[in-house]
């Protein structure tokens, strides 16, 4: 069996040869390309689990071949050593900041590179095992969430009938009691399925329903479905719409649900007496949507850890309201299945503004690499 398989790219026949020869002596299986260009798409092709790549070559050269290799997420997890004649300290920086893992130079003693070749073979064994892990979670987490819904939702049913004295009129205490498990199941419910679409979503198994929408009619509808609250809590809900809005090529439940999140934060993390404000404007090829809250705000320290699953970085809600930390990890995702980002600016006190855009055109096969360089914004 072989020990893994390696991807030599250089644009000196000489060395591919060498290093192709040492490597399957000691029972690699080697593959080579002339350039950058090739080695992209080698590596594309065959997925290996190494790449040992020269750095100066002509085209593309071994930094934009990292870079690229790097910003795929097929591709991310390719060990990368860079291989180069320069042994200089800003050059090797330049090298790990485009992402590489490994650096040699030239002339390189061959054992040395075997036994660099051999140890980087154990840390992407490792990665394998890890993202296998990874996935039995993921699905141990659906099964499990999936069956806790189906007694829940049986449980929900039966106090439905209780609520609305189908089963015969309840005194107060018992309609407290009622209310209570009714409030602590839905709670539990919209855990599970939060739980749910987050698995799916990373298991890459939503597909988005597209289909021509005004996000007018998206909001709108969430100004309906919140106008009880608003009242409730004394919170002014109102909305923005900038001139000639286009209409966009969305899934318009999933795009109901991520403004759903952030609307929910706003009330939320909003005391009484506030407001609210529901905005969208064009901006070139996108649409933005905005919730602007003046409500408690986000400490500046909280504000990286926003997006991240379970992160509940920031202020609890002033009013006892409980959450689980999923929605706006939820809301990141879909927006970046769409081919749009989503970011917050926010002062401590004085509210917040959670904006995510869309493409009017609807989501087109970006590069993973475009896919890469938004979500830092909301990482
Ligand atoms: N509009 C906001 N104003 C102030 N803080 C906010 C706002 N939106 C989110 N946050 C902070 O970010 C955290 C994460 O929000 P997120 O929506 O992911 O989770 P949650 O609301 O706590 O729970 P869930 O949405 O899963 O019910 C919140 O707990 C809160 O600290
Ligand atoms: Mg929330």
Request: proline share 3%.
């Amino acid at each position: 069996m072989s020990e893994g398989r390696v991807l030599v790219v250089d644009d000196q026949q000489s060395i591919r040869k060498l290093v192709c020869m040492h490597l399957t002596k000691a029972g690699f299986e080697a593959f080579d390309a002339v350039d950058g260009n090739d080695g992209l798409a080698k590596a594309t092709e065959m997925v290996p689990d190494l790449i040992i790549s020269d750095l100066m070559m002509p085209g593309m050269d071994g930094i934009e071949l990292c870079k690229r290799l790097k910003a795929d997420t097929r591709l991310r997890e390719v060990f990368f050593i860079m291989l180069t004649a320069k042994s200089r300290t800003e050059d090797k920086i330049k090298g790990f900041g485009s992402g590489a893992d490994d650096y040699m130079t030239k002339p390189f003693n061959h054992q040395e590179l075997l036994a660099r070749v051999q140890s980087a073979m154990r840390i992407r064994n490792l990665q394998k095992e890890l993202t296998k892990l990874g996935e039995i979670k993921d699905e141990f987490l659906g099964i499990a969430a999936h069956d806790l819904r189906t007694p829940l939702t049986v449980i929900k049913g039966w106090c439905d009938l209780f609520n609305e004295e189908m089963l015969g009129a309840l005194n107060d205490e018992q309609k407290e009691a009622v209310d209570g498990i009714t409030q602590q199941v839905k709670l539990m419910l919209n855990l599970i399925n939060d739980l749910l679409d987050v698995t799916k979503i990373e298991s890459g198994k939503v597909e988005l329903n597209l289909g021509q929408c005004k996000i007018q009619d998206v909001v709108a509808q969430h100004e309906r479905s919140y106008a009880l609250l608003a009242s409730k809590k004394n919170i002014t809900l109102k909305t923005e719409f900038g001139n000639d809005m286009p209409s966009v090529n969305l899934d318009k439940e999933r795009i109901s649900q991520v403004l759903n999140n952030l609307l929910s934060n706003a009330f939320k993390f909003s005391p009484e007496g506030s407001s609210i404000t529901m905005a969208s404007v064009k901006s070139g090829d996108f649409i933005e949507i905005s919730v602007v809250d003046t409500g408690i705000g986000i400490p500046e320290e909280a504000m990286h850890k926003m997006f991240q699953k379970f992160s509940q970085a920031g202020h609890r809600a002033p009013g006892g309201e409980k959450g689980t930390g999923l929605g706006l990890a939820i809301a990141k995702k879909l927006v970046k299945l769409h081919g749009g980002r989503v970011w917050v600016e926010s002062k401590e006190g004085k509210g917040s503004t959670f904006t995510f855009s869309l493409p009017i055109e609807g989501p087109q096969d970006l590069p993973e690499m475009e896919e890469a360089a938004v979500s830092s914004e909301a990482e």
